[in-house]
């Protein structure tokens, strides 16, 4: 079946530094792809996404890229905030096919940003 | 204001006594979705729904039923909870599959 699978966290970083989550997916034919992002104490929220090959996904300064050649869907912050701390999840959706409309998501990968 | 409500938010319980979770949206959203949040596991799908009274199975639905005779509700109900069904559950919508989904703010279950 469809997976997805996020690099292992918790990730700590300081204030201004470089942030990539890895995200790697399986499935058959063409999912859309996303990240969304919980804050503690709180439900997910959308924070980007891509629904075809070669897209790029950005908001708040987050990015990432649609890889179908590396079924790949890394996130990406050239400078991280205190208020970037959350746990960061990335999700596939099944856009066809059988399963159509099932989702999937990673683990999750907490991550601390301090001052 | 659009959201999805959830109720209850917090509910403990006892082995076997049968349970139903409620959702509702109110953006008039073709897809609806629950999930269970565990520690360390993520998000798991349980069911989904593309429309009214199309519902089909996620990753993990067993334990678990849900109807959709209306657009706006899809209710999860647990005919006999067992312990292994506590955790955190969350309601989401959203206009399609390739659109963002709405989370309601979860309902914590314990079952004892």
């Known amino acids: 079946g469809d997976s997805v699978t996020q690099m292992e966290g918790p990730v700590t970083l300081s204030e201004e530094a470089f942030l990539t989550i890895n995200c790697t997916y399986t499935?058959?034919?063409?999912?859309?792809l996303f990240w969304y992002v919980q804050y503690p104490g709180e439900g997910l929220q959308l924070l980007l996404k891509?629904?075809?090959?070669?897209d790029k996904g950005s908001n708040k300064g987050f990015e990432a890229t649609y890889r179908k050649e590396t079924t790949s869907f890394h996130l990406e912050k050239g400078s991280v905030q205190v208020s970037d701390s959350a746990v960061y999840f990335c999700?596939?959706?099944?856009?066809?096919?059988?399963?159509?409309?099932?989702?999937?998501f990673g683990q999750g990968t907490i991550l601390t940003v301090h001052p | 204001e659009a959201q999805v409500t959830q109720n209850p938010r917090y509910l403990i319980t006892v082995t076997g006594k049968k349970l139903t979770v409620t959702c509702s949206q109110n953006?008039?959203?073709?897809?609806m979705s629950w999930y269970r949040q565990d520690p360390g596991l993520g998000l798991r799908q349980i069911y989904y729904?593309?429309?009214?009274?199309?519902?089909d199975k996620g990753d993990v639905p067993e334990g678990y039923k849900v109807s959709r005779k209306e657009k706006r509700n899809f209710p999860l109900i647990l005919e006999s909870p067992s312990p292994n069904q506590t955790s955190l559950y969350f309601c989401?919508?959203?206009?399609?599959?390739?659109?963002?989904?709405?989370f309601g703010p979860g309902t914590r279950l314990t079952v004892l």
């Open positions: 891509a629904t075809k090959a070669d």
């Open positions: 729904s593309m429309n009214v009274e199309v519902t």
């Open positions: 999700a596939l959706i099944k856009a066809g096919g059988t399963s159509y409309g099932k989702l999937t």
């Open positions: 989401a919508s959203s206009l399609s599959i390739y659109n963002e989904q709405f």
């Open positions: 953006m008039n959203h073709e897809y």
């Open positions: 499935a058959t034919g063409y999912p859309s």
